[in-house]
């Protein structure tokens, strides 16, 4: 059964990877406050799949999946939420940028709106409700002990908290950073056109 979990965890290792929403978030909040500021990023993306395992386990995944109505609304909700974070960055003006300089102390509030803005940009992704559903379906065997299920599952949230921390770890090296630093604003306005185009690109998305 163990050997079996192998190629699963590949595949979701690989869909974790891909560029998405999640990933321009923790490059935005990695660049602008700092490490702390992306893992912390990292963790509401990674808690943020439990809406997703609930969503299934209670077969509102099921009803994302077949529900143009219950598709739509969700993706709606989170196609307004990523214009809405990409139009506060696209109103960055020279000199009036919050990149902060000192990657090692974030403000406070900093931490918290980077732990909300991954938890909420996951937790409203249709696909990823729908990956869940599909993954779960495909992975779960009947006869799996509870024990082994949740231990996998835990695995998987690690390995998504810790790809998206690698991610802002990378990005806030000094060398690295200083780059976007001297960027100013047009960082904040690149990553708004990004995210105002993922917006865009979840509302038209099919199911």
């Given at each position: 059964?163990?050997?079996?979990?192998?190629?699963?965890?590949?595949?979701?290792?690989?869909a974790v990877m891909s560029p998405g929403p999640d990933f321009i978030?923790?490059?935005?909040?990695?660049?602008?406050?700092?490490?702390?500021?992306?893992?912390?990023?990292?963790?509401?993306?990674?808690?943020?799949?439990?809406?997703?395992?609930?969503?299934?386990?209670?077969?509102?995944?099921?009803?994302?999946?077949h529900s143009l109505l219950a598709f739509s609304l969700l993706k709606?909700?989170?196609?307004?939420?990523?214009?809405?974070?990409?139009?506060?960055?696209?109103?960055?003006?020279?000199?009036?940028?919050?990149?902060?300089?000192?990657?090692?102390?974030?403000?406070?509030?900093?931490?918290?709106?980077?732990?909300?803005?991954?938890?909420?940009?996951?937790?409203?992704?249709?696909?990823?409700?729908?990956?869940?559903?599909?993954?779960?379906?495909?992975?779960?065997?009947?006869?799996?002990?509870?024990?082994?299920?949740?231990?996998?599952?835990?695995?998987?949230?690690?390995?998504?908290?810790?790809?998206?921390?690698?991610?802002?770890?990378?990005?806030?090296?000094?060398?690295?950073?200083?780059?976007?630093?001297?960027?100013?604003?047009?960082?904040?306005?690149?990553?708004?056109?990004?995210?105002?185009?993922?917006?865009?690109?979840?509302?038209?998305?099919?199911?």
């Amino acid at each position: 059964m163990l050997l079996t979990l192998i190629p699963a965890y590949g595949l979701f290792l690989l869909a974790v990877m891909s560029p998405g929403p999640d990933f321009i978030m923790t490059v935005q909040n990695s660049v602008r406050h700092g490490t702390r500021a992306g893992v912390a990023t990292a963790l509401g993306i990674a808690l943020a799949n439990l809406i997703h395992i609930a969503y299934v386990h209670v077969g509102i995944g099921a009803l994302i999946a077949h529900s143009l109505l219950a598709f739509s609304l969700l993706k709606l909700l989170a196609a307004a939420y990523l214009i809405y974070l990409g139009y506060k960055a696209l109103r960055s003006r020279a000199g009036t940028t919050d990149i902060v300089i000192d990657a090692a102390t974030p403000r406070s509030t900093a931490l918290r709106a980077a732990f909300g803005q991954g938890f909420v940009t996951n937790a409203l992704n249709p696909k990823a409700a729908i990956f869940w559903l599909s993954y779960l379906t495909i992975v779960v065997d009947p006869a799996m002990p509870s024990a082994v299920l949740w231990g996998f599952i835990a695995l998987l949230l690690l390995t998504a908290f810790v790809w998206f921390s690698l991610v802002a770890y990378c990005l806030t090296r000094q060398a690295i950073r200083q780059q976007f630093i001297r960027c100013g604003h047009w960082f904040d306005r690149v990553m708004g056109v990004l995210l105002v185009g993922l917006g865009i690109k979840v509302a038209l998305a099919a199911r």
